[in-house]
């Protein structure tokens, strides 16, 4: 089944305590994504990558980092998570950027920093 | 930068009625496409319309561009209580960016 799977779906952590959000997608995409929802504010976009060690920020980046090691795999690097990262946080991968494409998502991870 | 910003913020329906929601954008854009996220979920993409497309339709959705205006309208015809959900329209050139969405709410 084409899929974009992300892990945990649930996080609640300390101030200061590195974690890492995990996205695999199945289906071969060049492009992925991620993005965090918040009440009011709609989706913005944090990171987002064209390909294989191309990555770019998108509106949102501090206190984030990503890596695309693989094609399959895009995994989101909060160092130092404070509260204002307390969020829903989405992976998103499509054939590639921009308004041609469909983009598929993942189920979201929601993350608590205490 | 949010490209897109839908309108009503939230929209409050009976069943079997029809919902519009209207999307306006930026820049100039080369295709729109609308996304549907029920409750805390991942979005689902409904449809896209092409920039020299004046209308579209799926199923029970109906899709409208006018580029001279930069603005977009989704309409879902015969509502149900499984419509419930927030609706999004989406657009960018290099990466896709999302509007804050329109929460429509049907009551059976």
């Known amino acids: 089944e084409a899929q974009v799977t992300q892990n945990p779906r649930y996080l609640i952590t300390v101030t200061g305590k590195k974690l890492t959000v995990t996205c695999s997608q199945n289906?071969?995409?060049?492009?992925m994504s991620w993005y965090r929802q918040d009440p009011g504010l709609g989706l913005r976009q944090i990171y987002y990558?064209?390909?294989?060690?191309?990555?770019d920020k998108g509106d949102v980046p501090e206190g984030y980092k990503v890596s695309r090691k693989e094609k399959r795999n895009f995994p989101l690097i909060l160092e130092s998570p404070s509260p204002n990262q307390t969020s829903l946080y989405f992976c998103?991968?499509?054939?590639?950027?921009?308004?041609?494409?469909?983009?598929?998502f993942g189920p979201g991870t929601r993350l608590t920093v205490t | 930068s949010q490209q897109g910003e839908e309108d009503p913020q939230a929209l409050s329906i009976q069943e079997g009625e029809n919902a519009t929601m209207n999307c306006s954008y930026k820049?100039?854009?080369?295709?729109l496409q609308w996304y549907r996220q029920n409750s805390g979920r991942g979005l689902v993409h409904l449809i896209l319309?092409?920039?020299?497309?004046r209308e579209k339709h799926s199923g029970r959705l109906r899709v409208t561009l006018d580029t001279s205006k930069k603005s977009s309208s989704l309409l879902i015809t015969a509502s149900r209580a499984a419509d419930t959900a927030s609706y999004f329209c989406?657009?960018?050139?290099?990466?896709?960016?999302f509007g804050k969405g329109t929460m429509l709410l049907v009551s059976p």
């Open positions: 989406a657009t960018g050139y290099s990466t896709l960016t």
């Open positions: 289906m071969n995409h060049e492009y």
């Open positions: 998103a991968s499509s054939p590639g950027g921009g308004d041609d494409y469909e983009q598929y």
């Open positions: 319309i092409r920039s020299n497309e």
């Open positions: 820049t100039s854009i080369n295709n």
């Open positions: 990558s064209m390909n294989v060690e191309v990555t």
